[in-house]
């Protein structure tokens, strides 16, 4: 059966190292998951895993048609749970009424809109391993006055517990990226915070466009024309609170 190549344009490095692709499944709790869906399963070097521990309810999803068929032919008897599709596209609310766990060795150039589309979803999606660049795992979970902390550390922050598993040296990987990688895990939270989630996106993304400047500046985005900007909170950087602050301060501003 012929393999399948990596392909630059869709940012595919495939693992290729056994032990590592069993360290990463074992990250995926035995939890009542109605559904798993995978991520780019390439030539299914954690699909084999997956099968041998959850069995039918992995769906892999991939967009290199190749994959699809090799896979297809590989797993004769799972052939309807390889779909060619882009996961950005996946309506999930038609996936299933429960529990839905996502894992994959996300593309470096798609990792952090996969991430955002899973947070979109957080109501359906209890859990997410993914195997991303360092450099976005260490943003994900920074706190607050470390100079890598942004929108994407706040937003998943404030609704899944993310732990960071372990790094992934390049030379696993065919074609061996030039950048190190790294496992995280979300889980999310029991308590879900009481936001509008959409008008958290735009108070954080609005902080974080103008990073340097205080919030008194930065929020001006937003029009709150009537809004009272005078408070010492007003004073400092979005860099300089933390997930909880930045919650407060949604509310806080959506409430005038």
Request: hydrophobic share 40%; net charge positive.
């Amino acid at each position: 059966m012929e393999k399948v190549k990596p392909k630059k344009h869709l940012g595919q490095h495939f693992l290729k190292d056994e032990g590592i692709a069993r360290k990463i499944v074992e990250q995926l709790p035995m939890d009542d998951f109605e559904q798993i869906i995978e991520v780019g399963p390439g030539m299914g070097v954690l699909t084999k895993y997956l099968i041998d521990k959850f069995g039918k309810k992995i769906v892999a999803l991939d967009i290199d048609q190749h994959s699809v068929d090799f896979l297809k032919k590989k797993y004769p008897d799972h052939q309807e749970q390889f779909v060619y599709q882009d996961f950005l596209s996946v309506d999930f609310s038609k996936q299933t009424k429960g529990g839905i766990a996502v894992i994959g060795n996300f593309p470096y150039n798609v990792s952090s809109q996969l991430l955002f589309r899973i947070w979109e979803n957080f109501k359906l999606i209890n859990c997410t391993v993914c195997m991303i660049q360092k450099e976005v795992a260490d943003r994900i979970v920074s706190k607050e006055g470390n100079k890598v902390y942004g929108i994407l550390s706040v937003l998943l922050q404030a609704y899944f517990d993310i732990e960071y598993n372990f790094t992934v040296p390049p030379q696993v990987f065919d074609p061996p990226p030039k950048v190190q990688s790294a496992v995280i895990t979300l889980r999310r939270k029991k308590d879900i915070p009481d936001v509008d989630q959409r008008f958290l996106k735009r108070v954080v993304k609005s902080a974080f466009g103008k990073r340097r400047k205080t919030l008194r500046n930065a929020l001006k985005d937003l029009n709150l024309t009537e809004f009272n900007f005078d408070d010492e909170l007003f004073g400092r950087r979005a860099e300089q609170l933390s997930v909880s602050e930045f919650i407060q301060l949604t509310n806080r501003l959506n409430n005038e």
